[in-house]
Structures are given as C-alpha cells and as structure tokens.
C-alpha cells in the first residue's frame, strides 16, 4: 500500500515538473486552483512549488493566477453549496466519504466562529472544498465568504511563492534528493486536513 501511495505520488510531482517547464504551466496552475476549491482533491500548491522552483522570475504571476484561480473555485464551491447541493455537494460529500465531516463544518459554520473557520480552511490544510460548499449550504454572507477566501488563500499561496523566489532551485534539488520524505509529508498534511474537521 504505502509504495502505490508512493509511486502516486512520484508520479504526480513529475507530471506537475512537466507541467512547470511548459508555455502552459500558468493555465495549468489556475485552472487546478479553480478545481481544487470545489470538487478536486490535490492541493495547488503541488504545481505552485514546481513552477516557482523552476521559473523564480515567475513567482509573482504564479501566485496571483493561483490565488484567482482559488477563489473563483470558492465561488463556484459556494454555488455548490447554495443551489446545487443536493444534486452537486451531496455527491462529493459522498465521494470523499466525508458526511461526518460535512456535518461538523456545517456545525461550525453556524456557531459564531463560522467565519475563522473558513479563514483557517482557507490558508491551512483542512480541505478547502468543503468550507466552500458549506457556506453555500449554510446561507453564509456572501461578500465576507468571498473577501475571506481570497485573504487566506492570498496569503498562502503568496508566502509558498516568495519562500520558492527567495530558496529557488535548491529547493527543487532538496525535493529531488528526499523525495519519499516529502511525499510522506504531503500525504499526513493530506490526511491531516481531513482530520481537523473530524477533530473540531
């Protein structure tokens, strides 16, 4: 199990490196950043680190494209949510086995800590897909959903790619030379993100 997981992995990272050295890397970067706050399951940031480790000059525009992209991923997210939820949320609920904790984030949104919540999905690993299409479900505001949603996801995308401009390739290189400890690392934050919610 854990070298299918591995080989998984290895093969995401050098499909994401073809990715990052290609004219359509930036496409490729905003349109996952899109996906990834509504319906998929591997985080930007993957892309991110392997565009700005190649291409340092382009960690400004990368990080600006992938947080655009997120938060119209998080407005599709809340659509979801809002209009769509029992015919679209219910069954990515469903695929990612998640109703436990798709009950506990609705909680959550409805408790006066709702909005931190979602700042926290935003710039942490928790899955942000599912405080997306939450706040849809659960009715919250709109605007402050959207203006939260692009402070947290600013923030972590523009401080993955400052630290990638500053360390650049040798970044690439430590990430070639302790691949499976990094591959472990992607997988617990995976799983990590999950398990907040369960936990909260």
Not at 70 to 85: K, T
Not at 161 to 180: N, Q, S, T, W
Request: aromatic fraction near 14%; charge should be positive; charged fraction near 10%.
């Amino acid at each position: 199990m854990i070298a299918k997981i591995r080989s998984w992995i290895r093969g995401l990272y050098d499909w994401t490196m073809k990715w990052a050295d290609s004219p359509q890397s930036l496409l490729a970067l905003f349109l996952i950043a899109i996906a990834e706050s509504s319906v998929f399951p591997i985080p930007p940031d993957v892309l991110l680190i392997a565009i700005v480790a190649a291409n340092t000059h382009r960690w400004l525009s990368a990080a600006l494209l992938c947080s655009a992209g997120s938060v119209i991923g998080a407005a599709i997210g809340y659509l979801i949510g809002a209009v769509a939820f029992d015919a679209l949320g219910q069954p990515i609920i469903d695929f990612y086995q998640a109703q436990d904790a798709w009950n506990t984030v609705v909680a959550t949104y409805n408790s006066d800590v709702g909005i931190w919540f979602l700042l926290a999905a935003a710039f942490t690993p928790i899955p942000f897909k599912v405080a997306t299409i939450a706040a849809g479900a659960t009715g919250m505001a709109f605007w402050p959903f959207l203006v939260v949603s692009l402070f947290g996801r600013s923030a972590r995308f523009f401080l993955v790619a400052a630290m990638l401009r500053i360390f650049g390739a040798p970044v690439r290189a430590l990430i070639e030379k302790h691949f499976d400890a990094f591959a472990l690392a992607f997988l617990v934050l995976l799983i990590a993100g999950f398990m907040a919610i369960r936990l909260l």
